[in-house]
């Protein structure tokens, strides 16, 4: 097992892209002795990660997010930079996901020699896609990619997820769609470090650019994360690549910022203590179900809750003693 192990951290340190793709499939596995072998890569591979800009990416319905994604990912390839590409869907828990579904969103991206596309493992929870996720993007920093994108494919919670594993997010809009705040959720917008109004091209410019005295508005009135940054509204074109550097010294400005007074350390840290604690949950919560006697009496205890048997506190409390045992 210990040869096997080794053939996958040094194909990953020889940034050999065909056995990084192999590890990265062994971690989404769900078989015990591949997780078992999963963990010992990664923990092998952890002193080797960490350098990469982190950079999560969101965005409503409509706004050509794998068009940006692909002309900002095509961009940094051409500077130089190793860019790395994953999704956290968790939608694809319900749907299956597809396999091949982000590679064709985003074709030229995907033939660049310098960038690497990874869709999110089909099946799992939210939870179970985000720590695979992470994990991924260890494997990718070990392997030398200097820039990774986390892109939320799915809504709701997922922005939160991707949110407490990069360093800067990104939210994309549009204007001209009616009220410029799109329904978008207050705490989505709490989490923002910068917004980027897509689609400034052609008869639109005039609106995107009303569109960002809006946003600027609106981030006015909220109190910044950060002491050291204030997030900032910029104007972008994917089509026309208007605004695409722009936002890419922010983010190297942001880094710097951070860099300097700590937070990003910090905010490293924290990261890692909340994935910590979100794996226990999830392991506490596998083992409840995997318990044979709770296995045993939940469907009649269900019933008992149901037609109002017993107490749900009574019932939690019968559960979680069965748990102990």
């Known amino acids: ?27 989404e596995s769900s078989l015990p002795a591949h997780q078992q072998k999963a963990k010992a ?29 692909e002309s900002f990912g095509m961009e ?19 749907s299956g996901g597809s396999i091949m579904g982000d590679k064709t969103r985003m074709e ?7 960038a690497f596309i990874r869709p999110s493992p089909s099946g799992g929870t939210l939870g179970g896609v985000a720590r695979k996720t992470r994990e991924t993007m260890i494997i990718c920093e070990a392997a030398g990619f200097d820039v990774i994108m986390v892109e939320t494919v799915g809504v709701g919670q997922s922005e939160i997820t991707v949110a407490s594993m990069v360093d800067f997010f990104l939210l994309l809009m ?20 910068a917004i980027a109004i897509n689609k400034a091209d052609g008869d639109n410019l005039e609106k995107a ?5 809006e946003y600027e508005k609106a981030l006015s009135l909220l109190t910044p994360e950060s002491l050291t940054w204030q997030p900032q509204v910029f104007t972008c074109s994917a089509l026309t690549m208007d605004g695409i550097n722009e936002i890419w010294k922010a983010i190297l400005n942001h880094r710097r910022k951070l860099e300097t007074s700590g937070e990003l350390a910090q905010r490293r840290r924290k990261q890692d203590l909340d994935w910590m604690w979100a794996l ?18 939940l469907p009649e205890i269900v019933k ?22």
């Open 108 to 114: 030229k991206l995907s033939l660049h020699p310098q």
């Open 41 to 69: 890569i990664v923990d092998a591979l952890l002193p080797f990660a960490g350098e990469a800009v982190r950079i999560g990416i969101t965005g409503v319905p409509g706004v050509g997010k794998s068009t940006y994604i």
């Open 304 to 325: 008992a809750v149901e037609n109002g048997r017993t107490s749900p506190t009574a019932a939690a409390h019968c559960l979680l003693g069965l748990n102990d045992n």
């Open 1 to 27: 097992m210990t040869m096997d192990i080794q053939f996958y951290i040094d194909g990953v340190l020889a940034k050999n892209r065909r056995i990084t793709a192999k590890t990265i499939t062994l971690i």
């Open 280 to 297: 226990v949950e999830e392991g506490l919560r596998d083992r409840f179900y995997k318990n044979v006697d709770v296995s045993k009496a």
């Open 174 to 193: 549009l204007a001209g769609a009616g009220d410029e705040l799109q329904g978008i959720k207050r705490g989505v917008l709490e989490l923002a470090d």
């Open 76 to 94: 940094l390839a051409e500077q130089g930079h190793q860019v790395a590409v994953l999704a956290v869907d968790p939608s694809s828990s319900k």
């Open 209 to 213: 650019k009303a569109a960002q005295k």
